[in-house]
C-alpha cells in the first residue's frame, strides 16, 4: 500500500499547488496558491483520497456528509460512495424556483453531519456553511479538511467546539517536497516567513463580556438587561407558554429570583383582562428585578403593528420592556418602537424556514443600523453589536452518543456566542419550576463564563 507520502506525490503532479508570487482574493500577496479541483478529475486518486479521510474518521458517529460547495462536493460524493454515507448537497444560493432550497438531499431533523472541506484558510467558508446546515435541524460537530494552509482557520473552529480533522498542513507539504528537491531551503523559509506574519485574526468574532456589552450599547433596556445578568450572575429567560392568568403568577413568583427576563404570550392567555393579568405581572417583575418580553413576533406595516403596539385589550406599550418582531416589513416598520427594545427574528429553527442566508444577512444589516433593535433570534452568531437570544436550550438532551450535540448551554454559549438563552418546557413543565430555574440558571452562567 503506498504511503501518505506517495499519495501526496501523486496528487502534486497533478498541479494542486504552485509556487511563486499570487495575490489571493483578500489581497495578500502569497507565496504559494492551492487548487485541488484537479483532483476530481482522477477518478484513482479521488478514490483514494475519499479512503484517507475516511480512515482518520470516527464514522459511527455521522448520519450525513456533506461537502463545502463546490470544490469538496466531489470529495465528499466519493466519500459517500465508499462509507455508504448518505449524501446531502448545500447550494451556495437557494434555487430562485421549485422548493427554493438551500440543502438538497434525503435526511431528517436530529441527524449529525460530517462537513468536507478541500482548503482551509480562515474557516470563512465554514462559518457561512455550518449555519446553512443547521437551520435544517441537522447537527454539525466535526468537520473533514484535506490541506489546512495553517493561518488559523482550524484554530477558530476548535475554539469554537467543533472537531476538525486534517489530512495534510502546508508545512508537511513543503518538507515532502523538499525531500524531493522540489523546494529549495530559501522557497520553505520564505514559505514559512509567510506563514507566521499572516495568521487570521479573529477580533471581530471575539465574545464580548457583559461589563463590555453593557459599556458599548447605548439603549436603556439592553443596558437594564446587561445589568441585571450582572446583578443575578444569569442570563436565563423563561418563556411562560401558559393559559391562566393564575398559572402565569404563580410562575413569575416561582422562576423570578433566577431569571433576567419572563418572555410571555399574553395573547394566549384565556382570562386575560389587563387589571388583573398585567398589574400584578409588573409587580412581581419589581420584586424579583426581572424584565417582562412581550412574544408578539410583529409582522406587519409600520402602522398596524403601532396600532398592535399601542392600542387593543393588551395595551402592550404600557408594560412591556421588551418585544419579538420580525423584520419582513423592512427599517422603518420598525420606527415606532419607543421605550421598549426590540428583539429581531432574524433566523428560525424550523425545518423548510425561508429565513435563508440572504433574508438573514438584510434582517441583520435592518437590526445592526436600527437605534430601536437590541438584538435577534437566530440560529447563528450575530454581530457583537447585537445581543443574541437563543430559543430552545435544554439541560436534558446532552445527546445521542453518536456525536450528536442539542442546545445545550454550553452548546449555545461556545458555538454561537449567545447571550441570553430562552427555556420553556424544561421549566414550566418541570415538576418544581424554581429548581429547575436555577439549574438553569447556573448552568447558563457557567455556560458563558467557559466561553470567554
Same mark, same amino acid.
Given at each position: 500500500?503506498?504511503?501518505?507520502?506517495?499519495?501526496?506525490?501523486?496528487?502534486?503532479?497533478?498541479?494542486?499547488?504552485?509556487?511563486?508570487?499570487?495575490?489571493?482574493?483578500?489581497?495578500?500577496?502569497?507565496?504559494?496558491?492551492?487548487?485541488?479541483?484537479?483532483?476530481?478529475?482522477?477518478?484513482?486518486?479521488?478514490?483514494?483520497?475519499?479512503?484517507?479521510?475516511?480512515?482518520?474518521?470516527?464514522?459511527?458517529?455521522?448520519?450525513?456528509?456533506?461537502?463545502?460547495?463546490?470544490?469538496?462536493?466531489?470529495?465528499?460524493?466519493?466519500?459517500?460512495?465508499?462509507?455508504?454515507?448518505?449524501?446531502?448537497?448545500?447550494?451556495?444560493?437557494?434555487?430562485?424556483?421549485?422548493?427554493?432550497?438551500?440543502?438538497?438531499?434525503?435526511?431528517?431533523?436530529?441527524?449529525?453531519?460530517?462537513?468536507?472541506?478541500?482548503?482551509?484558510?480562515?474557516?470563512?467558508?465554514?462559518?457561512?456553511?455550518?449555519?446553512?446546515?443547521?437551520?435544517?435541524?441537522?447537527?454539525?460537530?466535526?468537520?473533514?479538511?484535506?490541506?489546512?494552509?495553517?493561518?488559523?482557520?482550524?484554530?477558530?473552529?476548535?475554539?469554537?467546539?467543533?472537531?476538525?480533522?486534517?489530512?495534510?498542513?502546508?508545512?508537511?507539504?513543503?518538507?515532502?517536497?523538499?525531500?524531493?528537491?522540489?523546494?529549495?531551503?530559501?522557497?520553505?523559509?520564505?514559505?514559512?516567513?509567510?506563514?507566521?506574519?499572516?495568521?487570521?485574526?479573529?477580533?471581530?468574532?471575539?465574545?464580548?463580556?457583559?461589563?463590555?456589552?453593557?459599556?458599548?450599547?447605548?439603549?436603556?433596556?439592553?443596558?437594564?438587561?446587561?445589568?441585571?445578568?450582572?446583578?443575578?450572575?444569569?442570563?436565563?429567560?423563561?418563556?411562560?407558554?401558559?393559559?391562566?392568568?393564575?398559572?402565569?403568577?404563580?410562575?413569575?413568583?416561582?422562576?423570578?429570583?433566577?431569571?433576567?427576563?419572563?418572555?410571555?404570550?399574553?395573547?394566549?392567555?384565556?382570562?386575560?383582562?389587563?387589571?388583573?393579568?398585567?398589574?400584578?405581572?409588573?409587580?412581581?417583575?419589581?420584586?424579583?428585578?426581572?424584565?417582562?418580553?412581550?412574544?408578539?413576533?410583529?409582522?406587519?406595516?409600520?402602522?398596524?403593528?403601532?396600532?398592535?403596539?399601542?392600542? /387593543? =385589550? @393588551? *395595551?402592550?406599550? !404600557?408594560?412591556?420592556?421588551?418585544?419579538? &418582531?420580525?423584520? +419582513?416589513? $423592512?427599517?422603518?416598520?420598525?420606527?415606532?418602537?419607543?421605550?421598549?427594545?426590540?428583539?429581531?427574528?432574524?433566523?428560525?429553527?424550523?425545518?423548510?424556514?425561508?429565513?435563508?442566508?440572504?433574508?438573514?444577512?438584510?434582517?441583520?444589516?435592518?437590526?445592526?443600523?436600527?437605534?430601536?433593535?437590541?438584538?435577534?433570534?437566530?440560529?447563528?452568531?450575530?454581530?457583537?453589536?447585537?445581543?443574541?437570544?437563543?430559543?430552545?436550550?435544554?439541560?436534558?438532551?446532552?445527546?445521542?452518543?453518536?456525536?450528536?450535540?442539542?442546545?445545550?448551554?454550553?452548546?449555545?454559549?461556545?458555538?454561537?456566542?449567545?447571550?441570553?438563552?430562552?427555556?420553556?418546557? /424544561? =421549566? @414550566? *413543565?418541570?415538576? !418544581?419550576?424554581?429548581?429547575?430555574?436555577? &439549574?438553569?440558571? +447556573?448552568? $447558563?452562567?457557567?455556560?458563558?463564563?467557559?466561553?470567554?
Amino acid at each position: 500500500m503506498e504511503t501518505k507520502k506517495q499519495f501526496f506525490l501523486e496528487c502534486y503532479e497533478l498541479g494542486i499547488i504552485k509556487f511563486g508570487r499570487f495575490t489571493l482574493k483578500s489581497g495578500i500577496e502569497s507565496p504559494f496558491y492551492v487548487d485541488l479541483r484537479p483532483l476530481a478529475s482522477d477518478p484513482k486518486i479521488l478514490k483514494h483520497l475519499a479512503n484517507y479521510l475516511l480512515d482518520m474518521l470516527p464514522l459511527d458517529n455521522f448520519d450525513l456528509i456533506c461537502g463545502v460547495p463546490y470544490a469538496a462536493l466531489p470529495m465528499a460524493t466519493a466519500m459517500s460512495l465508499e462509507s455508504y454515507l448518505p449524501l446531502i448537497i448545500k447550494r451556495k444560493e437557494a434555487k430562485e424556483y421549485g422548493t427554493k432550497k438551500l440543502i438538497e438531499g434525503i435526511y431528517q431533523k436530529g441527524q449529525n453531519c460530517l462537513l468536507v472541506e478541500d482548503v482551509i484558510t480562515s474557516g470563512k467558508s465554514l462559518l457561512e456553511t455550518i449555519p446553512e446546515v443547521e437551520n435544517e435541524g441537522i447537527t454539525v460537530s466535526d468537520i473533514v479538511v484535506v490541506l489546512d494552509r495553517q493561518q488559523g482557520g482550524k484554530e477558530m473552529l476548535v475554539k469554537k467546539g467543533y472537531n476538525v480533522h486534517t489530512l495534510f498542513t502546508i508545512s508537511e507539504v513543503c518538507d515532502m517536497l523538499k525531500e524531493e528537491g522540489k523546494l529549495t531551503d530559501e522557497e520553505v523559509k520564505r514559505i514559512n516567513d509567510f506563514l507566521a506574519g499572516n495568521v487570521v485574526k479573529f477580533e471581530e468574532g471575539k465574545r464580548f463580556t457583559y461589563e463590555q456589552k453593557v459599556a458599548k450599547n447605548g439603549h436603556s433596556k439592553a443596558k437594564r438587561l446587561l445589568e441585571i445578568a450582572l446583578e443575578k450572575k444569569s442570563n436565563l429567560i423563561v418563556s411562560a407558554d401558559v393559559l391562566t392568568t393564575q398559572e402565569l403568577h404563580d410562575l413569575a413568583e416561582k422562576v423570578g429570583p433566577n431569571i433576567v427576563a419572563l418572555k410571555t404570550h399574553v395573547d394566549i392567555i384565556n382570562d386575560f383582562e389587563y387589571d388583573k393579568t398585567i398589574l400584578p405581572l409588573i409587580d412581581i417583575a419589581k420584586k424579583h428585578n426581572f424584565l417582562l418580553m412581550e412574544d408578539r413576533k410583529f409582522a406587519d406595516i409600520g402602522n398596524t403593528q403601532e396600532l398592535q403596539y399601542t392600542h /387593543g =385589550i @393588551y *395595551k402592550i406599550s !404600557n408594560w412591556a420592556d421588551l418585544v419579538t &418582531s420580525q423584520v +419582513i416589513g $423592512g427599517y422603518q416598520s420598525l420606527d415606532f418602537f419607543h421605550d421598549v427594545g426590540v428583539i429581531a427574528i432574524i433566523g428560525m429553527s424550523s425545518s423548510g424556514t425561508l429565513t435563508d442566508k440572504t433574508y438573514r444577512d438584510e434582517a441583520t444589516n435592518i437590526a445592526v443600523s436600527h437605534p430601536n433593535v437590541i438584538g435577534g433570534v437566530a440560529q447563528n452568531e450575530l454581530p457583537n453589536e447585537l445581543l443574541l437570544f437563543t430559543p430552545g436550550v435544554n439541560l436534558e438532551d446532552k445527546g445521542d452518543g453518536k456525536g450528536q450535540q442539542y442546545n445545550t448551554p454550553e452548546h449555545v454559549f461556545q458555538k454561537l456566542h449567545t447571550d441570553f438563552i430562552i427555556v420553556g418546557r /424544561g =421549566i @414550566y *413543565k418541570a415538576e !418544581n419550576p424554581e429548581q429547575a430555574s436555577l &439549574s438553569y440558571k +447556573i448552568a $447558563g452562567w457557567e455556560a458563558y463564563q467557559n466561553s470567554l
